[in-house]
Every structure is written in structure tokens, then in C-alpha cells.
């Protein structure tokens, strides 16, 4: 039933041609990475053509997994039919596996109401039809394979669940960032509470899947992290990106149900909807008056503990809730790497995650005959009120790969969120790169300029001390060769590699090369997923798994 009603969320990606969005860089990222296969840039880290077709390091921070699938699907599909899919993966996605943590935690009927609440939450549609963010929308789909593997590896150990586990929190880290840091927290604080209630089975075995997990996702994770201070990360939180222009009031989060397309460079000023959804929650009112009146029956410990789940789902929606309101100002004050949330707004996630699932546990808490009536009513009030948040503001039937890629389009996708991953030794460009190396000063003939994800080439016939610029930014490591051998370079005013070279002839060609974090990186994930393997063979044979 969630798939049939999932139609009513996915329709318009089944309508002739793209539609608007504010991130629309999903093609050029596709585009990219597809590059990056051709190339054989794995993992892809550098991409050519953004930067302004000077290049940047889009993928060594910027969550991969959605676009490696992207660039898979595109040797199929169109690159706008692999765009539309990637929208269309995490809205199904969700709503089904929701369900499935829903039905461990409470049941069948508690599992199909929070996959319905979870499809239908409005916060799903602002990221895909008006926002655009694929990456978030993956990892918010993701999450709740990750608490509901994890879970199940804890009460049987078998190695399904292990694998589970290890391979969505892989595919979680790897896509969004700021999911990554909103949930950690939660995800940390749930594994103790199920330990706990369980009497700390299978720990040990949860903890080596966790740890395979992050290990296979270390080729991301580690050079995002420690290589930080290679670009310009300032960008990614002033101005418009400063958390302090994001915060929305009660009333917009609770009441208001407008709903627009445009934002601002405050929220609070936008015509975007940043509600929690009815009945969302409503249903996060009325768990609290049943956990209220179970916790009134009996102080024993025995009874406490049944209600810690959804006492925690509780505190973890009023928290995020309260992360969104400006009276948790001194929280953001104080950790400062909350700021490249950038919009705490972006809570919301975490919000509708638990509401979802106290709408599963209401199901479930009733003792009532007619309790399949009111999960009825609750599925049938969630579709009414939210089904027509999920349409683009309008089509554009004419949008093909080719206007797309090429003309007015193209520079715009080129240019597109410049300053967010500039290197630090560059300035924003004020027009595309050129299409080939310039001649800065001297008298020389340069030919057969090719240029790949990861390396460009060219030759050059000097016969006066010449300088060339090279259309391609410097970021660590670049390497470049003359006739063989590693030359210096220099940069540009702009931060571009810039090649001095006296009378001769020559083949240039530049190369990009790992630094150590990254290679260090890559032979952990490599490791990791060889171990990983080792082990599940290790564990049939011993069997180590129930």
C-alpha cells in the first residue's frame, strides 16, 4: 500500500522533460562523475568543468553516493531521466523503510502508519520539488535502514542485519554531511538505549559492523574532514549561509500551511514552508498523553522501561524542535561546528523522523476495538493534508540533455555554488575559464590541449621565455610534468596553474595526485571492505551469526 500511495508523491517525475529547483546542479554533478568513470578517477574527487570550467574539489566534500548511482544510471538513462531517478530513490525509499523500523519497533500497523507519515511529511517535498537537495534527501531516506539494521543486529545478531547494518551506514555517511552530524548524536544515544534494554546483547558484533561501516566510508569521510582547510570553508557559512537568518517561529513550524517556492537570504522572509506537517504533530501530542498515563500506572522498573522508546522519540522531536527556534541561540553559539549546518531549519529532519514514529507507537499504545479505524483515519488525514505539497512550482517540457548541457544552461551549471568548495589559493572567477591555455607573455605555439577529471595535457613550441596559464585550479596535489619530468609551477592571479617555460619544445601534462590523508583513506576503505567480506565467510564457517 505505501508504493501505491508513493504515487502521489512521485507523479511528476514521470511528466515530459525537468523541472525548477533551487540546487539545480544535479545534471552537471551526474555529468561529472560520469567523467570521473571515463577516467578512471576512483573515487572521484575533482571535477573539470565546475569552478566555472576552472575545476574544484566538488566530490571530496560533497556527499558522493547519490551521484555515483547517478552516473551509473546514466549509461542507460538520459542525464535528466538519472536526475529524476535520483529524486526518485529516497522519495520511495523512505516511506518504505520506515515502515520497516516502524513495524520492528511496533508492530505491523504502527510500521505502515510512520512509513505513510514519514512519505507524506511536507519537509520530504520542500527538499525534492523546491529545494533540490538529492544528497539530503538520500541520506534522510537512508537513516532509518541504519536504526532499524542496527536494531535488528542487536536482538538476533544474524548476518543479514550485520550486513544491513554495515552497508546503510556506509550509504548514510556518504551522501550528506549535515545528516551525518544531525543523527550521529540521536543514532549514538538509540544504540545504547537498545543495548540497554537488552541487556548489552550482541555488542560486540554491533560494534564491528559499525566500525566496517565507517571504515568503507573512510575514502569520504577522512579527506572531508582533515582536508577541510584546503578550500574555503568560510563561504559555507556567512552571509546568506549564516545559521542566525535561519531560525523559524512556533507559528511557522506548527501552524502555517502555505506553501511556496522562493527563498530568501533569511528564512524567516521566504515563502517556503518549514512546517512539521499535520497530523505529524498531533500525533506527538497525543504519545505524550499516552506515555503519561502508561508511566501513571506503575512506578516499577519493569514498566519505566517500556516506555524509554518512545520517551526518547519524544525528547529527541522536542529537541530538534527547539534546535529550530531562535531561543537556541547559545547552543549554536557554543559548537561551532553547528554553523555549517547553516540553517537550522534543516532540524526538521530529525523532527520528522521521530514524529513518524510516535505516530507508529500511538497505534500501537491504544487498546482499542476500533484502533484499525484510527489508523485508517491517520493514514487518510496525512495523504488529505500533505499530498499536494509534492509538485514543482511549474514543468518545463522542453528540457532536454542537449539545451541543458550546452549555451546559457551550461554556464550557469559551471558557475553554479562557486565559492562553496574553492580551493584557498584561488578567487572567484568573474567569467568562465577559457577553452584552452593562455599565453600570458613570451612567443609560443600551443596545441593538442586535452583535458580530462584528473589530468590535462598539451604541447608547446616556445621560442621566447614564455608564461602559460593553465584553465585549471590548483588544489593539492597537482602535479605537473615537462617532457617527462616534474616542474614547478606557480599560481596565477586567480589561483590557476601557471607554467613558466624558456625556449624548446615540450609536452606538458598535469596530474592529479592523492595526498597522503586521501591515500591513507582509500587503503582503509579498501581494507575495510576486504575484511568485511573475510569476515562474513569467517562467520558462516564458525558460525559466528545466529
Known amino acids: 500500500m505505501i508504493v501505491v500511495l508513493s504515487g502521489l508523491v512521485l507523479w511528476p517525475l514521470f511528466m515530459k522533460g525537468y523541472f525548477p529547483h533551487q540546487d539545480d546542479l544535479q545534471v552537471i554533478r551526474i555529468f561529472e562523475m560520469r567523467k570521473c568513470f571515463a577516467d578512471l578517477q576512483l573515487p572521484c574527487r575533482w571535477v573539470p568543468d565546475m569552478g566555472y570550467g576552472n575545476g574544484f574539489p566538488l566530490f571530496n566534500y560533497y556527499g558522493v553516493f547519490p551521484y555515483y548511482l547517478g552516473a551509473v544510471f ?34 505491523t500497523k504502527a510500521g505502515f502508519v510512520a512509513g505513510i507519515l514519514f512519505l507524506f511529511a511536507p519537509y520530504r517535498a520542500l527538499d525534492t520539488y523546491v529545494r533540490g537537495a538529492i544528497a539530503e534527501s538520500f541520506a534522510i531516506a537512508i537513516i532509518p535502514l541504519v536504526f532499524y539494521f542496527s536494531l535488528r543486529l542487536i536482538k538476533r545478531g544474524k548476518s543479514a542485519d550485520f550486513i544491513g547494518t554495515s552497508l546503510s551506514l556506509l550509504f548514510f555517511l556518504t551522501s550528506h554531511n549535515i545528516m551525518t552530524l544531525l543523527f550521529t548524536p540521536v543514532f549514538v544515544v538509540w544504540l545504547l538505549l537498545i543495548l540497554y534494554l537488552k541487556n548489552w546483547k550482541n555488542f560486540k558484533t554491533l560494534i564491528l559492523s559499525l566500525l566496517f561501516g565507517f571504515g568503507m566510508a573512510a575514502f569520504f569521510l577522512l579527506p572531508a574532514y582533515f582536508e577541510k582547510n584546503l578550500v574555503q570553508t568560510n563561504t559555507l557559512t556567512i552571509f546568506a549561509l549564516d545559521w542566525r537568518n535561519h531560525f523559524i517561529s512556533v507559528g511557522r513550524l506548527f501552524v502555517d500551511r502555505s506553501w511556496g517556492y522562493t527563498g530568501a537570504t533569511k528564512s524567516m522572509e521566504s515563502d517556503m514552508s518549514f512546517q512539521i506537517g499535520w497530523p505529524h504533530w498531533w500525533l506527538v501530542i497525543l504519545s505524550v498523553i499516552l506515555i503519561t498515563l502508561g508511566l501513571a500506572k506503575s512506578v516499577k522498573i519493569e514498566n519505566i522501561k517500556k516506555y524509554l522508546m518512545p520517551v526518547f522519540l519524544v525528547a529527541a522531536f522536542c529537541f530538534s524542535v527547539f534546535m529550530i527556534h531562535n531561543k537556541s541561540t547559545f547552543i549554536w553559539e557554543r559548537i561551532g561546528i553547528l554553523a555549517y549546518v547553516q540553517f537550522p531549519w534543516r532540524f526538521l529532519s530529525v523532527s520528522i523522523f521521530s514524529a513518524s514514529l510516535l505516530g507508529g507507537y500511538c497505534i500501537s499504545a491504544i487498546r482499542w ?16 493534508l500533505n499530498w499536494q505539497y509534492f509538485r514543482p512550482q511549474n514543468f518545463e517540457s522542453n528540457v532536454t540533455d542537449a539545451t541543458k548541457l550546452t549555451g546559457e544552461s551550461w554556464l550557469l551549471q559551471e558557475g553554479g555554488s562557486i565559492t562553496d568548495y574553492l580551493p584557498v589559493t584561488a578567487t572567484v572567477p568573474v567569467e568562465p575559464a577559457p577553452s584552452n591555455p593562455l599565453l600570458l607573455s613570451g612567443n609560443s605555439e600551443i596545441s593538442n590541449f586535452i583535458e580530462k577529471s584528473n589530468r590535462f595535457s598539451f604541447s608547446a613550441a616556445v621560442k621566447i621565455n614564455s608564461v602559460i596559464d593553465v584553465p585549471v585550479f590548483y588544489f593539492p596535489n597537482w602535479e605537473v610534468t615537462v617532457n617527462g619530468k616534474v616542474y614547478t609551477h606557480s599560481l596565477g592571479d586567480i589561483g590557476r596553474i601557471e607554467i613558466k617555460l624558456p625556449p624548446g619544445t615540450y609536452k606538458v601534462k598535469g596530474a592529479f595526485k592523492n595526498t597522503p590523508i586521501r591515500t591513507f583513506a582509500n587503503i582503509i576503505s579498501v581494507l575495510s571492505f576486504v575484511l568485511f567480506l573475510f569476515y562474513l565467510l569467517y562467520g558462516k564457517i564458525r558460525k559466528v551469526f545466529k
Open 74 to 107: 546514466s549509461f542507460i538513462l538520459s542525464y535528466i531521466n538519472s536526475a529524476k531517478a535520483l529524486f526518485f530513490i529516497p522519495l520511495l525509499l523512505g516511506g518504505i523503510s520506515m515502515y520497516f523500523l516502524g513495524k520492528e519497533l511496533f508492530g
Open 369 to 384: 476495538k476500533y484502533v484499525n479505524f484510527l489508523a485508517a483515519l491517520i493514514v487518510i488525514l496525512t495523504v488529505v
